[in-house]
């Protein structure tokens, strides 16, 4: 592996991730507006309120389909595997503060939960023989 390759997975703090939000943001499951909105509030809810207690670093992706079609936008948080409907930009604070910093399912937005199992750390590919 390039050394590019070691300095941005370091940089981005690859091996270090606690969890990692995926969000549909349309246009099938909701407007495109609507979606876009929800998609800057949480981009800047994950930046401003940090990871929480116990550190970690949070990701947050945007996806073209989480296959749902309805009741978007759509949220995944992993490693729980939860899933939310409807997180609209005015609900996403309540699902970083609550979700993604201190690890409590927001229950009464959760459409499915789906766990991975547990595997032990993840080791970047550099560190693999």
Known sequence: MSETMNTTLEK???GRITRHVFMCAGPKCCDGEQGQKAWEALKSEIA???PG??????FRTRVGCLRLCQQGPVVLVYPEGTWYGG?????VPVLVQRHVREGV???EWVLAENPLPVAGPV???SGRS
Request: glycine share 26%; with cysteine.
């Open 48 to 50: 401003a309120q940090g």
């Open 105 to 107: 399912p927001v229950g």
């Open 87 to 91: 997180i609209t930009a005015d609900r």
């Open 123 to 125: 080791v970047p590919l």
């Open 53 to 58: 207690e116990g550190g970690g670093i949070c």
């Open 12 to 14: 981005l703090g690859v």
